[in-house]
Structure formats: structure tokens, C-alpha cells
């Protein structure tokens, strides 16, 4: 009884934001995207804060950046410059010293110089760095800061430098306030085509947090069957989902707490895959 009254709950709110939830975030012709060592990446040339940067890149079936090592660092700002055509003008962060930045997923809006790569904004993240600009990296992993983090004034979230700011140069990474509407990257866990990407904003995977159930909701598309497989990538489950349904419901109460990810398959070419926390 319990279960099924979280069920019921858990639909009621997807019915109430469910105009939210399918709603395109981005307008397809502001994107650039590119692959590396399969991974697919979008630059999105639109202005959002960071939250919502962050929104949009989960209704995409993505989360905001998160960059792991000197070769990626490289990789996507190489594309930013050469390929992007990127006007650094509109993407400005007027705290940044009035450099010109795009958003990444790191944050450390929940303990000041506690900083994370949480790209999803679901709270939970990997924490790679501790302290201001005189702090560490956590656990050996790669950052590429300034003379930064500051906090001045009280920043946030992580930029990535187009050009350059007083304290750093064009490639680095600064704290920036999270209200600032910026340009964002959008990072994908494989090479996705871009029929995926048009299937992303027609799906909902609900709660996230899950707890004892999953919930898949479709808009107006027919999803064959999914997979769940753990953050190492190792696959641990397979569903086959039934036709011509709008809600369905997946036992997850036997998985232990951790993240997730989550690939939904429309046929055996085309599908998206979110990340989920448990």
C-alpha cells in the first residue's frame, strides 16, 4: 500500500509539471556540438544562469561539463575557439573581471570551497577541489583554476574563461556567480546522433532521487526497452517497455544507494541515457 501511494504521488507531480518538463530548452540553431573520445558535446550559444543551464542540459538527456583531464581541457577549448564561432561578447560574467566565460558543472553552492562536479544540480557530486585559490585538488583530480577561486562577492559556479580576466588567462577556469546568464556546455556519457537529441525533450525519468520506483513518461513517441548500469559502466539490468504507453512504472528498490545512469531506446539506433541518483 505504501508503495503504491508513493506511485500515486510521484504521478500527481509529474502530471502538474509535465508542460515543463517536454518544453524544448534550447533553440536547436544555437548548438554546436562535437565528439570527443566518445562523448558527445553541445555548446549551447543561448544565456542561462547556471541553474537553469543545468535544467536544460537534463531535459537534453546531459548534464553541464565536467572536465577530467588536461587532454579534454584542451579538446573543448579548442573547439570553443576554432569552431563554435562564439560572439564573446554575449556571454559575459561582469564579476569575472568582465571576461567572457561559458558555464561547466562545477558548483559549491551547498559549502562554500566545497566544489563538485554536479552537472545535473541534483545536490550529490564528486568533489574535486577544497578551498580558495591557496586550497587543493580532492583525490589527485584535475583542475584548471586561476589565481581562483575567490568567492568575491560570493561565486559559485565554475566558468570557463574565453578570453581572459585580470587574474587568469583565456582557457582557465574562475568562480563566477551562478546568477549570471551565460553561454553552457552540455555534456553527453556517449556519442549521441542527433535523432537522440531530438527524443530527449519527450521523455521524463522520474523521481530523481529515485527511491523504490522508477518512473518513464513518454511524449507522443514509443520506447522499446531500457538499460541500468552503474557509474563504472557496468551493465546491471535490462527492461523491455510496452507500446503505446504514456507512464510506466520500474522496480527499483534493490538498488543500493549511488548514481546511475539510465539509457532509454526507442529502437536499436536511436536512444538517450540520463544520469540518475539513488
Not at 560570493?154 to 587574474?167: M, V
Request: with cysteine; charged share 20%; proline share 3%.
Amino acid at each position: 500500500m505504501k508503495n503504491y501511494l508513493s506511485y500515486l504521488i510521484f504521478t500527481f507531480i509529474f502530471l502538474i509539471h509535465s508542460h515543463l518538463i517536454f518544453g524544448q530548452c534550447i533553440d536547436e540553431l544555437n548548438i554546436y556540438s562535437f565528439v570527443i573520445n566518445d562523448k558527445t558535446y553541445e555548446i549551447v550559444k543561448e544565456n542561462r544562469n547556471w541553474e537553469d543551464a543545468a535544467a536544460c542540459a537534463v531535459e537534453r538527456g546531459g548534464m553541464l561539463a565536467e572536465i577530467n583531464d588536461e587532454s579534454e581541457q584542451n579538446a573543448i577549448f579548442s573547439e570553443l575557439n576554432a569552431n563554435a564561432n562564439i560572439s564573446v561578447n554575449n556571454t559575459v560574467a561582469p564579476d569575472g573581471g568582465g571576461g567572457s566565460y561559458v558555464w561547466l558543472g562545477g558548483n559549491d553552492l551547498s559549502i562554500e570551497g566545497n566544489w563538485v562536479w554536479d552537472g545535473n544540480n541534483d545536490g550529490t557530486g564528486e568533489q574535486f577541489w577544497s578551498g580558495d585559490f591557496n586550497g587543493s585538488p580532492v583525490g589527485g583530480l584535475y583542475n584548471n583554476w586561476g589565481d581562483e577561486p575567490d568567492d568575491f562577492g560570493g561565486q559559485d559556479a565554475l566558468g570557463l574563461s574565453l578570453n581572459g580576466w585580470p587574474l587568469g588567462s583565456a582557457g582557465e577556469w574562475n568562480d563566477v556567480d551562478h546568477t549570471n546568464t551565460l553561454y553552457f556546455i552540455i555534456e553527453y556519457p556517449t556519442v549521441v546522433s542527433s535523432e537522440d537529441l531530438d527524443i530527449a525533450g519527450k521523455v521524463s525519468v522520474s523521481p530523481n532521487p529515485i527511491t523504490d520506483y522508477l518512473i518513464i513518461e513518454t511524449d507522443g513517441i514509443n520506447l522499446s526497452h531500457l538499460i541500468i548500469f552503474n557509474s563504472s559502466g557496468q551493465l546491471l539490468e535490462q527492461h523491455c517497455l510496452e507500446n503505446d504507453f504514456n507512464s510506466q512504472l520500474i522496480d527499483t528498490s534493490h538498488l543500493g544507494q549511488g548514481m546511475y545512469w539510465v539509457s532509454l531506446f526507442l529502437n536499436d539506433s536511436e536512444s538517450i541515457t540520463k544520469k540518475i541518483i539513488k
